[in-house]
């Protein structure tokens, strides 16, 4: 029984952490998409549970039946039903009020559909965190780090839920934006301390010499990562301003400020650090795995950055640009977590 429980806790562990990937590339999608307000209203969509397809469903009718709290699109305002009824040959304003949350009244269907699967990869995610919390509860007692970091996944989850639906409220406001893709990486983060807590411990694990110096080095490139992902989304927010005032993307970039400047230079350091790191374990050959993935994510992000910068921001690349952010402080966080744990065995064992 008790092997079955741990075994199950580690499928939900990898599951969610593959999910949570999932989700940010859903939600990257949705914001090159332009998608975000898709849905104007949370949890439901227009309010509705499953969303409309056509315009004639956000519309009014003659003789058509309305639910309480659904939603239509007339004289370019969003209007929300006071109550279940059916219209007759006249459109009655008493039956109706504006909705107040922000002002935004169109529909697409495909931002609305778009922004929808986002939501409903949400939702599946919420299942095994879920379970995943019920099965830490059996630690409670002989390893009580694992349900405190289970219980702090599923508020995390519940926390992102909530934000997302301030988001929409405040008519997608840049630094909700930004808290809400801080969020999802402290849920990584939770996450990784947990797959990392329950693998079993190789014996290699215990010969491989990691020393201090390795493990600054190490938390200093998350850091750095962490830095580069806040100036990242900082730039994002000036990007979305300036989107704002002209869809001419050539000269979205000559707009930005000099945080753009610092977020494209300190690439070099990025690379200089991740460089020393790599020259430390060179010899370790268990790490080889994600110092290369490291490398190659590095590369690639400065490949997209350079693309985004001087190739006017083709839609494609800004989705690709933080997916690959968001992989590669992972793998330097999950790399520092393991060589914390090699350098605990180590001196354990001196
Ligand atoms: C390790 C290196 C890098 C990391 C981790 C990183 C991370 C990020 C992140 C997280 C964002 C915000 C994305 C969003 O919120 O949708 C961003 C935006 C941006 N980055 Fe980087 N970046 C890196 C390197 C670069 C480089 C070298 C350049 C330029 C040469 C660059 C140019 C940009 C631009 C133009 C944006 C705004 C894109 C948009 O609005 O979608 N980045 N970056």
Redesign the pocket.
């Known amino acids: 029984m008790s092997d079955s429980i741990k075994k199950y806790f580690k499928v939900c562990i990898a599951v969610n952490l593959i999910l949570v990937f999932i989700v940010i590339a859903a939600g990257?999608i949705v914001?090159?998409t332009g998608s975000g307000m898709g849905c104007p209203d949370w949890p439901t969509c227009f309010g509705k549970l499953i969303p409309p397809t056509n315009i004639s469903q956000v519309s009014w009718h003659p003789n058509n039946s309305f639910k309480e709290g659904e939603m239509i699109i007339r004289d370019e305002l969003l209007l929300v039903a006071n109550k279940d009824f059916t219209s007759d040959g006249d459109f009655k304003k008493a039956n109706w009020h504006k909705y107040e949350k922000h002002d935004y009244a169109i529909f697409n269907p495909l931002h609305t559909w778009v922004e929808f699967i986002n939501r409903l990869a949400t939702v599946v995610l919420g299942f095994p965190i879920v379970l995943m919390f019920l099965l830490s509860l059996y630690y409670i007692k002989i390893n009580p780090l694992n349900t405190l970091f289970a219980f702090g996944s599923l508020f995390m989850v519940g926390f992102q839920a909530w934000l997302g639906k301030i988001v929409v409220d405040r008519n997608l406001q840049g630094t909700t934006?930004?808290y809400h893709?801080l969020g999802v990486f402290i849920l990584i983060g939770f996450l990784l301390i947990l797959w990392n807590r329950n693998k079993k411990e190789l014996k290699e694990q215990i010969e491989s010499l990691v020393n201090q110096k390795n493990l600054m080095v190490s938390i200093a490139t998350v850091l750095?990562?962490l830095i580069?992902?806040?100036?990242?989304?900082?730039?994002?927010?000036?990007?979305?301003a300036i989107?704002k005032l002209t869809t001419d993307r050539t000269t979205?970039?000559n707009q930005?400020s000099i945080i753009?400047i610092f977020?494209?230079?300190?690439?070099w350091l990025?690379l200089g650090l991740n460089a020393i790191l790599m020259y430390q374990l060179r010899s370790i050959l268990k790490y080889r795995i994600h110092l290369v993935s490291i490398g190659i994510?590095?590369l690639c992000?400065?490949i997209?950055?350079?693309i985004?910068?001087?190739f006017n921001?083709p839609a494609a690349?800004?989705?690709i640009?933080?997916l690959?952010?968001?992989l590669?402080?992972s793998i330097q966080f999950d790399l520092f977590i393991k060589l914390k744990r090699s350098s605990k065995l180590t001196l354990g064992k001196a």
């Open positions: 990257s914001r090159a934006i930004t893709m750095l990562s580069m992902i806040i100036l990242g989304t900082q730039v994002r927010e000036e990007v979305d989107a979205w970039v930005l753009f977020h494209r230079s300190l690439i990025v994510l590095i992000e400065s997209i950055g350079v985004l910068s001087y921001m690349a800004q989705p640009h933080l690959f952010a968001a590669l402080i």
